[in-house]
C-alpha cells in the first residue's frame, strides 16, 4: 500500500474530502495511491497532501506499507448490493466492519472480489467457516451460531 493511501485511511479521510482539503483531483489521488513510479505525477501534489495529511513527502512516496495490519483503522461499513444476509461469513464481516479485502486476508484469499463472492453466495463452504472460527479462537459450530441471522 502506498503512503498516500495509508495515511489517508489512517487519518479517517475519504478520498472525495481530501480532493476537497487539497483541490486535487480524486482521478489524480487515486494515480498518486497507486503509483508505482511516484515521479510521474508532480511534486507540487505530493506537497499538497503532505500538508494536508500532515507527513512528510518521504512517507508519502513509500509503497511499503502493509495493506492490514491491527492498527489499522477500520471503515465504515457500506451497504452492499450483492451481499447475501442469511450466509454467516456476511454476518461476520458486517459485524466486524471489515472490507471485502480484510476479508480476504482473513481468509486466505488473493483478491477481495473472492470474498465478495463468498458473502453473496447462499451457503458458504466449510473451509471459510473454519478458517474463520479459528481465527476467533471459537468452533465452526459455534461461529455459524454466532454470526447466524435469529429467525
Not at 3 to 31: D, F, N
Given at each position: ?31 498518486m495511491?497507486n ?81 465478495r ?35
Amino acid at each position: 500500500m502506498s503512503g498516500v493511501k495509508y495515511y489517508r485511511i489512517k487519518q479517517g479521510l475519504s478520498r472525495e474530502k481530501l480532493a476537497k482539503i487539497t483541490g486535487i483531483s480524486i482521478p489524480t489521488l487515486i494515480k498518486m495511491e497507486n503509483a508505482t513510479k511516484p515521479g510521474r505525477i508532480s511534486a507540487r501534489h505530493y506537497r499538497k497532501v503532505a500538508d494536508a495529511l500532515k507527513v512528510t513527502i518521504d512517507d508519502l512516496i513509500k509503497t511499503d506499507f502493509s495493506d492490514i495490519s491491527d492498527d489499522f483503522p477500520k471503515r465504515s461499513h457500506y451497504t452492499s448490493k450483492t451481499e447475501n444476509l442469511v450466509n454467516c461469513i456476511a454476518v461476520y464481516r458486517r459485524n466486524n466492519m471489515l472490507t471485502y479485502e480484510r476479508l480476504a486476508v482473513r481468509l486466505g484469499l488473493t483478491t477481495r472480489e473472492r470474498a465478495r463472492q463468498i458473502c453473496a453466495s447462499e451457503i458458504p463452504l466449510l473451509k471459510h467457516l473454519a478458517t474463520l472460527a479459528k481465527y476467533e479462537n471459537i468452533s465452526v459450530e459455534e461461529f455459524i451460531q454466532r454470526y447466524s441471522i435469529r429467525r
